[in-house]
Protein backbone atom coordinates (compact mmCIF):
# COMPACT_ATOMS: atom_id res chain seq x y z
CA UNK A 1 0.00 0.00 0.00
CA UNK A 2 1.54 3.23 -0.92
CA UNK A 3 1.92 5.79 2.01
CA UNK A 4 1.49 9.51 1.70
CA UNK A 5 4.43 11.51 2.23
CA UNK A 6 4.50 13.40 5.58
CA UNK A 7 5.46 16.86 5.23
CA UNK A 8 5.78 17.66 8.76
CA UNK A 9 9.35 17.38 9.97
CA UNK A 10 9.24 15.72 13.40
CA UNK A 11 5.16 15.65 14.06
CA UNK A 12 4.98 12.68 15.56
CA UNK A 13 1.23 12.89 14.61
CA UNK A 14 2.15 12.83 11.25
CA UNK A 15 4.32 9.34 11.97
CA UNK A 16 1.10 8.08 13.82
CA UNK A 17 -1.32 8.48 10.64
CA UNK A 18 1.31 6.85 8.23
CA UNK A 19 1.11 3.38 10.71
CA UNK A 20 -0.10 1.26 7.45
CA UNK A 21 2.37 -1.00 6.14
CA UNK A 22 3.68 0.75 2.70
CA UNK A 23 4.74 -2.39 0.30
CA UNK A 24 5.11 -6.30 1.00
CA UNK A 25 8.54 -7.78 -0.23
CA UNK A 26 6.62 -9.54 -3.06
CA UNK A 27 6.33 -6.02 -4.97
CA UNK A 28 8.55 -4.60 -7.01
CA UNK A 29 9.03 -1.29 -4.81
CA UNK A 30 11.38 -0.15 -2.26
CA UNK A 31 9.78 1.37 0.65
CA UNK A 32 12.56 4.70 2.09
CA UNK A 33 12.44 6.29 5.18
CA UNK A 34 13.89 9.54 4.42
CA UNK A 35 15.29 13.20 6.87
CA UNK A 36 16.30 14.73 3.20
CA UNK A 37 13.57 17.28 2.66
CA UNK A 38 15.41 18.73 -0.68
CA UNK A 39 12.91 18.76 -3.88
CA UNK A 40 15.64 18.55 -5.93
CA UNK A 41 16.24 14.47 -4.39
CA UNK A 42 12.59 13.92 -6.64
CA UNK A 43 15.06 13.73 -10.20
CA UNK A 44 17.33 11.29 -8.28
CA UNK A 45 14.50 9.03 -6.64
CA UNK A 46 12.97 8.88 -10.23
CA UNK A 47 16.20 8.16 -12.07
CA UNK A 48 16.25 4.91 -10.04
CA UNK A 49 13.01 3.97 -10.61
CA UNK A 50 13.70 4.60 -14.68
CA UNK A 51 16.95 2.52 -14.42
CA UNK A 52 15.61 -0.35 -12.30
CA UNK A 53 11.51 -0.27 -12.65
CA UNK A 54 10.94 -0.08 -8.63
CA UNK A 55 9.00 2.20 -7.26
CA UNK A 56 9.86 4.17 -4.64
CA UNK A 57 7.40 4.63 -1.30
CA UNK A 58 8.46 7.13 1.01
CA UNK A 59 7.73 8.75 4.64
CA UNK A 60 9.53 11.88 5.05
CA UNK A 61 10.55 12.87 8.64
CA UNK A 62 13.26 14.57 10.45
CA UNK A 63 16.16 12.00 11.57
CA UNK A 64 14.57 11.63 15.38
CA UNK A 65 11.18 11.06 14.26
CA UNK A 66 12.26 8.30 12.02
CA UNK A 67 14.36 6.77 14.23
CA UNK A 68 11.71 6.93 16.71
CA UNK A 69 9.59 5.13 14.34
CA UNK A 70 11.37 1.94 13.50
CA UNK A 71 12.13 1.17 17.30
CA UNK A 72 8.07 1.58 17.45
CA UNK A 73 7.27 -0.16 14.37
CA UNK A 74 9.97 -3.01 15.54
CA UNK A 75 10.69 -6.57 13.32
CA UNK A 76 6.98 -5.27 11.32
CA UNK A 77 8.74 -2.22 10.05
CA UNK A 78 8.46 -1.90 6.34
CA UNK A 79 11.13 0.58 5.70
CA UNK A 80 13.99 -1.20 3.56
CA UNK A 81 16.37 1.90 3.26
CA UNK A 82 16.78 4.56 6.14
CA UNK A 83 18.50 8.27 4.75
CA UNK A 84 19.16 10.31 7.84
CA UNK A 85 21.50 13.47 7.34
CA UNK A 86 23.75 13.89 10.53
CA UNK A 87 26.60 11.49 11.39
CA UNK A 88 25.52 11.84 15.05
CA UNK A 89 22.15 10.32 14.32
CA UNK A 90 23.51 7.58 11.65
CA UNK A 91 25.94 6.16 14.74
CA UNK A 92 22.77 6.47 17.01
CA UNK A 93 20.92 4.31 15.05
CA UNK A 94 23.58 1.84 14.57
CA UNK A 95 23.96 1.49 18.51
CA UNK A 96 20.66 0.98 18.79
CA UNK A 97 20.46 -1.83 15.98
CA UNK A 98 17.83 -0.09 13.78
CA UNK A 99 20.23 -1.27 10.71
CA UNK A 100 21.47 -4.58 9.00
CA UNK A 101 25.16 -4.93 7.75
CA UNK A 102 25.25 -5.33 3.74
CA UNK A 103 28.31 -6.48 2.21
CA UNK A 104 29.03 -5.21 -1.58
CA UNK A 105 32.17 -4.82 -3.12
CA UNK A 106 30.94 -2.02 -5.14
CA UNK A 107 30.05 0.00 -2.24
CA UNK A 108 33.37 -1.02 -0.41
CA UNK A 109 35.28 0.20 -3.59
CA UNK A 110 33.63 3.44 -3.66
CA UNK A 111 32.55 4.33 -0.66
CA UNK A 112 35.75 5.42 1.81
CA UNK A 113 36.00 2.96 4.91
CA UNK A 114 35.96 6.76 7.11
CA UNK A 115 32.47 7.08 5.20
CA UNK A 116 30.84 3.60 6.55
CA UNK A 117 29.39 2.98 9.75
CA UNK A 118 31.02 -0.33 11.56
CA UNK A 119 32.10 -3.50 9.85
CA UNK A 120 30.76 -6.69 11.64
CA UNK A 121 32.58 -8.92 9.19
CA UNK A 122 29.15 -9.08 7.45
CA UNK A 123 29.40 -5.66 5.75
CA UNK A 124 29.03 -1.96 7.17
CA UNK A 125 25.88 -1.02 8.61
CA UNK A 126 25.60 2.55 6.77
CA UNK A 127 27.19 4.21 3.73
CA UNK A 128 28.05 8.23 3.34
CA UNK A 129 26.47 9.16 0.21
CA UNK A 130 27.61 12.99 0.26
CA UNK A 131 29.30 15.22 2.35
CA UNK A 132 29.07 19.11 3.40
CA UNK A 133 31.48 20.88 5.08
CA UNK A 134 31.14 23.38 8.18
CA UNK A 135 32.72 26.55 7.10
CA UNK A 136 33.13 30.07 8.98
CA UNK A 137 31.43 33.16 7.19
CA UNK A 138 32.67 36.26 7.95
CA UNK A 139 31.52 40.01 7.17
CA UNK A 140 34.74 41.28 4.75
CA UNK A 141 34.16 44.79 6.02
CA UNK A 142 34.97 44.50 9.33
CA UNK A 143 36.80 40.94 10.29
CA UNK A 144 39.99 39.54 8.69
CA UNK A 145 40.31 36.20 7.29
CA UNK A 146 43.14 35.66 9.08
CA UNK A 147 41.41 36.14 12.61
CA UNK A 148 38.86 33.04 12.02
CA UNK A 149 40.90 30.64 9.96
CA UNK A 150 40.67 28.27 12.61
CA UNK A 151 37.86 27.06 14.83
CA UNK A 152 40.11 27.60 17.17
CA UNK A 153 39.69 31.15 16.94
CA UNK A 154 36.04 31.45 17.60
CA UNK A 155 36.86 31.62 21.13
CA UNK A 156 39.51 33.46 20.91
CA UNK A 157 39.26 37.43 22.50
CA UNK A 158 39.83 38.71 19.73
CA UNK A 159 36.64 38.06 18.42
CA UNK A 160 34.32 39.08 21.20
CA UNK A 161 30.95 40.02 20.57
CA UNK A 162 31.27 39.36 16.87
CA UNK A 163 30.09 35.46 16.75
CA UNK A 164 26.16 34.26 15.84
CA UNK A 165 25.51 30.46 15.41
CA UNK A 166 22.37 28.21 15.64
CA UNK A 167 21.46 25.92 18.51
CA UNK A 168 24.37 24.42 20.23
CA UNK A 169 22.12 21.31 20.47
CA UNK A 170 21.34 21.03 16.90
CA UNK A 171 22.92 17.86 15.17
CA UNK A 172 25.38 20.20 12.93
CA UNK A 173 26.75 21.38 15.77
CA UNK A 174 26.89 18.51 17.73
CA UNK A 175 28.81 16.98 14.89
CA UNK A 176 31.26 19.81 14.53
CA UNK A 177 31.88 19.73 18.39
CA UNK A 178 31.99 16.42 18.53
CA UNK A 179 34.74 16.35 15.68
CA UNK A 180 36.49 19.09 17.72
CA UNK A 181 36.32 17.22 20.94
CA UNK A 182 38.64 14.37 18.55
CA UNK A 183 41.23 16.35 18.58
CA UNK A 184 41.56 18.86 21.35
CA UNK A 185 40.19 16.36 23.90
CA UNK A 186 37.40 17.34 26.52
CA UNK A 187 39.05 19.42 28.92
CA UNK A 188 40.64 21.81 25.85
CA UNK A 189 37.18 21.08 24.19
CA UNK A 190 35.25 22.51 27.38
CA UNK A 191 37.14 25.47 27.06
CA UNK A 192 37.00 26.07 23.45
CA UNK A 193 33.34 26.25 23.69
CA UNK A 194 32.97 28.25 27.02
CA UNK A 195 34.80 31.09 25.03
CA UNK A 196 32.85 30.83 22.18
CA UNK A 197 29.81 30.90 24.60
CA UNK A 198 31.70 34.72 25.83
CA UNK A 199 32.15 35.35 21.71
CA UNK A 200 28.61 35.97 21.19
CA UNK A 201 26.85 38.71 19.42
CA UNK A 202 23.74 37.40 20.82
CA UNK A 203 21.66 34.02 22.15
CA UNK A 204 22.17 31.61 19.25
CA UNK A 205 18.91 31.34 16.99
CA UNK A 206 17.52 30.62 13.86
CA UNK A 207 19.38 28.11 10.94
CA UNK A 208 22.48 28.33 8.91
CA UNK A 209 20.39 30.47 6.40
CA UNK A 210 19.79 33.34 9.03
CA UNK A 211 23.93 32.82 10.28
CA UNK A 212 24.77 33.84 7.03
CA UNK A 213 22.59 36.62 7.01
CA UNK A 214 22.89 37.88 10.03
CA UNK A 215 26.57 38.49 9.39
CA UNK A 216 25.93 40.16 6.10
CA UNK A 217 23.98 42.79 8.05
CA UNK A 218 26.07 42.98 10.86
CA UNK A 219 24.19 41.79 13.46
CA UNK A 220 27.05 40.03 14.10
CA UNK A 221 30.49 39.32 12.02
CA UNK A 222 31.29 35.78 12.21
CA UNK A 223 29.45 32.39 12.23
CA UNK A 224 29.46 28.64 10.95
CA UNK A 225 27.07 27.02 8.36
CA UNK A 226 27.11 23.77 5.99
CA UNK A 227 28.44 24.82 2.58
CA UNK A 228 25.63 24.02 1.42
CA UNK A 229 23.55 26.38 2.14
CA UNK A 230 25.74 29.04 0.97
CA UNK A 231 26.05 27.19 -2.20
CA UNK A 232 22.32 27.54 -2.52
CA UNK A 233 22.64 31.13 -2.10
CA UNK A 234 25.79 31.83 -4.19
CA UNK A 235 23.12 30.02 -6.94
CA UNK A 236 19.98 31.86 -6.16
CA UNK A 237 18.79 34.76 -8.77
CA UNK A 238 17.40 36.58 -6.18
CA UNK A 239 19.10 40.02 -5.63
CA UNK A 240 18.84 39.75 -2.10
CA UNK A 241 20.69 36.29 -1.86
CA UNK A 242 23.28 37.91 -4.72
CA UNK A 243 23.55 41.30 -1.84
CA UNK A 244 24.41 38.70 1.13
CA UNK A 245 27.09 36.91 -0.90
CA UNK A 246 28.78 40.12 -2.05
CA UNK A 247 29.27 41.12 1.81
CA UNK A 248 30.47 37.94 3.34
CA UNK A 249 33.88 35.58 3.22
CA UNK A 250 34.21 32.25 3.44
CA UNK A 251 36.54 30.25 5.08
CA UNK A 252 37.52 26.40 5.47
CA UNK A 253 39.04 26.35 9.11
CA UNK A 254 42.42 24.53 10.03
CA UNK A 255 43.50 23.76 6.31
CA UNK A 256 46.98 24.18 8.24
CA UNK A 257 46.42 21.28 10.81
CA UNK A 258 43.53 18.78 10.87
CA UNK A 259 41.43 20.04 7.68
CA UNK A 260 37.75 20.79 7.74
CA UNK A 261 34.87 18.87 9.31
CA UNK A 262 32.84 17.67 7.05
CA UNK A 263 29.53 15.88 7.96
CA UNK A 264 27.45 13.27 6.01
CA UNK A 265 23.84 12.41 4.56
CA UNK A 266 24.32 8.17 5.03
CA UNK A 267 21.67 5.55 3.61
CA UNK A 268 20.86 2.22 5.55
CA UNK A 269 19.72 -0.99 4.91
CA UNK A 270 16.71 -1.23 7.83
CA UNK A 271 17.48 -4.08 10.56
CA UNK A 272 13.84 -5.85 9.08
CA UNK A 273 13.82 -4.39 5.15
CA UNK A 274 11.21 -7.15 3.44
CA UNK A 275 12.76 -5.97 -0.02
CA UNK A 276 16.31 -6.37 1.31
CA UNK A 277 17.48 -6.88 -2.65
CA UNK A 278 16.18 -3.82 -3.91
CA UNK A 279 17.61 -1.94 -0.57
CA UNK A 280 21.07 -2.82 -1.65
CA UNK A 281 20.41 -2.02 -5.35
CA UNK A 282 19.10 1.17 -3.91
CA UNK A 283 22.03 1.98 -1.72
CA UNK A 284 24.80 0.41 -4.89
CA UNK A 285 22.84 3.41 -6.87
CA UNK A 286 23.62 6.06 -3.94
CA UNK A 287 27.29 5.35 -5.13
CA UNK A 288 26.83 5.56 -8.52
CA UNK A 289 28.25 8.39 -10.92
CA UNK A 290 24.65 9.86 -11.95
CA UNK A 291 23.45 9.89 -8.16
CA UNK A 292 26.59 10.90 -6.78
CA UNK A 293 25.82 13.79 -9.79
CA UNK A 294 21.94 14.72 -8.21
CA UNK A 295 23.44 15.36 -5.01
CA UNK A 296 26.25 17.70 -5.93
CA UNK A 297 24.32 19.31 -8.59
CA UNK A 298 20.93 19.47 -7.23
CA UNK A 299 21.80 20.01 -3.58
CA UNK A 300 24.65 21.64 -3.53
CA UNK A 301 27.03 18.75 -2.05
CA UNK A 302 30.05 17.14 -2.15
CA UNK A 303 30.16 13.33 -3.88
CA UNK A 304 31.69 11.33 -1.52
CA UNK A 305 33.07 9.09 -4.47
CA UNK A 306 36.17 10.51 -5.99
CA UNK A 307 36.69 11.70 -9.79
CA UNK A 308 32.74 12.44 -10.32
CA UNK A 309 32.77 15.77 -12.50
CA UNK A 310 30.98 18.51 -10.83
CA UNK A 311 29.31 21.08 -12.99
CA UNK A 312 28.20 22.69 -9.77
CA UNK A 313 29.84 26.63 -9.99
CA UNK A 314 29.01 27.38 -6.40
CA UNK A 315 31.12 24.35 -5.46
CA UNK A 316 33.52 24.94 -8.09
CA UNK A 317 34.18 28.75 -6.94
CA UNK A 318 34.36 27.74 -3.28
CA UNK A 319 37.96 25.58 -4.78
CA UNK A 320 39.67 22.22 -3.04
CA UNK A 321 39.66 21.92 0.67
CA UNK A 322 41.52 19.68 2.74
CA UNK A 323 39.15 17.66 4.91
CA UNK A 324 39.72 16.28 8.43
CA UNK A 325 40.49 12.50 8.34
CA UNK A 326 38.73 10.88 11.68
CA UNK A 327 36.52 8.12 10.86
CA UNK A 328 32.86 9.64 11.01
CA UNK A 329 31.29 7.13 13.47
CA UNK A 330 33.53 8.79 16.02
CA UNK A 331 32.30 12.07 15.78
CA UNK A 332 28.56 10.34 16.62
CA UNK A 333 30.36 8.49 19.21
CA UNK A 334 31.34 12.12 21.15
CA UNK A 335 28.23 13.83 21.16
CA UNK A 336 26.84 12.73 24.52
CA UNK A 337 29.77 14.30 26.17
CA UNK A 338 29.45 17.22 24.10
CA UNK A 339 26.22 17.68 25.38
CA UNK A 340 26.91 17.65 29.16
CA UNK A 341 29.53 20.31 27.99
CA UNK A 342 27.12 22.40 26.47
CA UNK A 343 25.16 22.50 29.62
CA UNK A 344 27.78 23.01 31.60
CA UNK A 345 28.72 26.00 29.73
CA UNK A 346 25.68 27.33 29.18
CA UNK A 347 25.58 26.44 25.51
CA UNK A 348 22.04 26.86 24.38
Not at 164 to 169: D, I, L, P, Q, V
Request: proline letters at 4%; one cysteine or more.
Amino acid sequence: MFTPRCAAIAALTCLTALAAPLATAQDKVLNLYSARHYQTDEALYADFTKATGIKINRVDADDAGILTRLKSEGASSPADVILLVDAARLWRAETEGLFQPVKSKLLEARIPAGLRGADTGQGSSWFGVSTRARVVVYNKTSVKRDDVDTYEELADPKNKGKVCTRSGSHPYNLSLFGSVMEHLGPQATETWLQGMVGNMARAPKGGDTDQIKAVATGECQIAVTNTYYLARMMRSGKPDDQQVIDKVGVVFPNQQSWGTHVNIAGAAAAKFAPNRAAAVQFLEYLASDSAQAYFADGNNEWPVVKGVNLTNPALTAMGAFKSETIPISVVGMNQGKVQQILDRVGYK
